[in-house]
């Protein structure tokens, strides 16, 4: 699997098929942290979701790639939008629409539409 970082908030997932985990960054102003981490896990389970329809509908993988581009709002300073592009070259005209509403099928997916409760608390030690 390869991540490439485009630049701040905009990366893309790529090489579904390869063993390990590449990352590489395309400038000098992007860097893998905990928000590029947050947007791959999303772009990881809702590619993961059309590796499984793929498979129902006898339909290639080459060249599927997901790219993410987020920005961030404020009060309280979060991402407050995410744009998933999916490009899939082996992907029937016919069955975009279908492949879109089994993307939004991803675990992650659902939990930023209903999100959990968070529980925060500081332990003592051990």
């Known amino acids: 699997m390869r991540i ?17 985990l590449q990352v590489a960054a395309e400038r000098d102003d992007a860097h893998f942290s905990a928000m590029e981490m947050f947007n791959t896990s999303l772009a990881l389970c809702t590619a993961s979701v059309l ?14 790639t997901v790219r993410m581009r987020w920005e961030y709002h404020e009060d309280p300073y ?3 939008r995410i744009a998933m592009d999916i490009r899939w070259p082996d992907l029937p005209e016919s069955r975009r629409k ?20 968070v529980v925060t608390q500081v332990v003592d030690p051990e």
Request: net charge negative; with cysteine; aromatic share 2%.
């Open 98 to 117: 279908a492949a879109e509403r089994a993307a939004e099928q991803c675990t992650l997916h659902h939990t930023l539409e209903v999100p959990p409760e």
């Open 51 to 64: 590796m499984s329809y793929a498979e129902r509908i006898d339909t290639g993988l080459n060249g599927l």
């Open 78 to 80: 979060r991402i407050g």
């Open 4 to 20: 490439t970082l485009h630049g701040p908030q905009d990366l893309t997932l790529s090489a579904l098929a390869e063993e390990g």
